[in-house]
């Protein structure tokens, strides 16, 4: 009972922050976006320091330079950071640099917005490489993603421009009105929590047993803000938001859940104002919530099938036992609709419908919301996809809003969807051959087959989650997922950007008696069923050697 209106509440927030952030963020960005003091002061401060000309727009390709070398400047950066942070202060533990191939696929994690980790916070980095490499990244990729997903909408509802925006003023704009009074006012929350922040060296305590353990410490609450309301994902530490230092109590496990999905979902409100036609936002709203609630609904149902292996129903191994099986779910199901990643449970734990569930999410274009900005561009790449496909079906030219949706943007839209599929079959196929990848395994059969499967997903997905079984600390995982999370990255952008600057040159055509409605149920239906369609085409043959076999064969008492 309790749970059942955990989750009510859980979803009376969210339809009711929707339009009021949605309201909120379409104000912000708008071309001739509302002052607000203070905020503006510091926008027109960024400015001035960054010898930046806010009046100057740009073609899409001068956007998508400014983007890569802004991206390879944080990449570079990060980079080295980890190298020196042995030499470098706020590092009271007195960590070495890191190992350059893991050097390599944090760097390409965090800038990526994916926040794949392979090591163990703790352990590992340093204060300073936290705060300014990891928490940086988690600001400035969060807001790429967003600057990407402004440039399209400005695409879509602009005539005859050459132009789709400015990337550095999209850029500072989501930082300085979105992400950082927001992840303010959440951090605070947090530290009243019980969330730790501070700069203390670890420290040694006495355990009942006598025996020594080390307790870490550091400035965790402001990472953890930006790391959910940002869909990034990464934990301070190694056991992520399963420990009590980053989320200590009911109500700070609700807030960060619901926090994974704020900004994603109020994203699609602030397209319809944006493109002013706010039935187009519910619309795809409503298939991205569908989307999320059905994959709970399964996941949750999944969870509480007897379990004759282990004979538990639920089973709680793996699991947050703290908030319980249901609260372990949402987090699951939310952080791998969302590409944040972040985890509460360990995925591997999961039943293994769940756990496909999960990967499911990840393999479709993280679009159940998806991370910042992303999420919604892959929305709109099927959107495209849907509505050429409606437009072939009734023998007329596809269109949407009024523009011609030809064969350039298709090429962009195919590229956009069908990269990161590759990336995964591709790289997954490898690793379930090579030896030295399957020697980082910690289970075999169709369980094993899921772990490799889950991290290519996770890397060409953004996602950063992770089963959790496999050791991905080696150089074979570290340059071929840091590679894979690049190009991923990419995919969705570049492709995103070129739509854009091909829409805003054309001029939108009258609506006619043959105008395919996209505003209306039934082209929900349809863009869901295409999303099914692209997905089962794709990846059905390997989640039936995974997730699927493995639950039969749960049911039946084997287990792996």
């Given amino acids: 009972m309790e749970n059942g209106l955990q989750l009510g509440l859980f979803i009376l927030l969210l339809f009711l922050a929707v339009p009021f952030l949605g309201r909120y963020m379409a104000g912000v960005f708008k071309d001739h976006p509302k002052s607000i003091p203070l905020l503006s002061g510091l926008e027109k401060w960024t400015y001035r320091i960054c010898h930046i000309d806010p009046i100057q727009e740009m073609t899409w ?11 390879l400047a944080g990449l570079a950066c990060l980079f080295l950071l980890q190298l020196l942070q042995g030499w470098l202060p706020l590092n009271p533990q007195g960590f070495p640099g890191v190992e350059p191939a893991l050097a390599f696929n944090t760097a390409a994690s965090f800038v990526t917005n994916t926040n794949w980790q392979a090591y163990g916070g703790e352990n590992t980095l340093s204060y300073l490489t936290q705060m300014m490499g990891l928490t940086v990244q988690n600001f400035v990729s969060a807001a790429t993603g967003n600057a990407v997903l402004l440039a399209l909408i400005r695409g879509i509802h602009r005539k005859s421009a050459h132009t789709i925006g400015n990337f550095w003023v999209d850029l500072t704009r989501t930082v300085v009105y979105l992400l950082l009074p927001f992840c303010l006012i959440f951090a605070f929350v947090l530290v009243g929590q019980g969330v730790i922040q501070n700069l203390q060296a670890y420290v040694e305590a006495k355990t009942l047993s006598g025996a020594t353990q080390t307790i870490p410490m550091g400035p965790a609450a402001s990472q953890i803000a930006i790391k959910q309301l940002g869909t990034n994902g990464g934990g301070f530490f190694n056991a992520n938001s399963a420990h009590p230092f980053e989320n200590p109590t009911p109500l700070s496990n609700f807030l960060e859940t619901f926090a994974i999905i704020l900004i994603p979902a109020a994203a699609t409100y602030m397209y319809g104002l944006l493109i002013q036609s706010k039935r187009q936002g519910w619309v795809i709203f409503s298939v991205m919530f569908l989307l999320w609630v059905g994959g709970l609904a399964i996941a949750l149902a999944s969870e509480h099938v007897a379990n004759p292996v282990l004979g538990a129903n639920p089973v709680l191994e793996g699991k947050e036992t703290r908030f319980g099986t249901v609260n372990s779910v949402l987090w699951a199901i939310t952080t791998t609709g969302t590409s944040n990643g972040s985890v509460d449970s360990m995925h591997s734990s999961l039943s293994p419908l769940a756990g496909g569930v999960a990967m499911f ?6 679009v159940v ?3 910042i900005g992303v999420g919604l ?6 959107v495209l996809l849907t509505v050429f496909l409606a437009g072939l079906m009734v023998g007329r030219t596809p269109e949407y809003l009024g523009k011609k949706i030809e064969k350039t943007e298709m090429q962009w839209v195919m590229l956009a969807i069908l990269s990161p599929c590759a990336l995964i079959l591709l790289g997954a196929g490898v690793a379930s051959v090579l030896p030295t990848a399957l020697e980082s395994l910690g289970n075999a059969g169709p369980h094993g087959l899921s772990e490799i499967l889950y991290a290519f997903s996770s890397a060409a997905g953004n996602n950063g989650s992770a089963f959790a079984g496999l050791n991905a600390n080696t150089y074979f995982y570290n340059l071929v997922l840091g590679a894979i999370m690049i190009l991923a990255r990419l995919a969705i952008l570049v492709p995103s950007l070129a739509i854009a600057g091909s829409l805003a040159q054309k001029h939108p055509l009258a609506p ?10 039934l082209f929900g239906i349809l863009l869901l069923s295409v999303i099914f369609i692209v997905a089962a085409l794709t990846f059905f043959p390997a989640l039936s050697l995974g997730p699927i076999v493995e639950q039969i064969l749960m049911l039946r008492g084997q287990a792996f």
């Fill in 377 to 382: 561009c892959g929305m709109l790449m099927f």
């Fill in 361 to 366: 999410n990840i393999m479709i274009g993280e």
């Fill in 369 to 371: 919301f998806g991370g």
């Fill in 61 to 71: 390709k001068e956007y998508a330079i400014a983007l890569l070398y802004f991206n």
């Fill in 512 to 521: 006619s008696l043959g105008t395919f409605a996209t505003d209306k149920p």
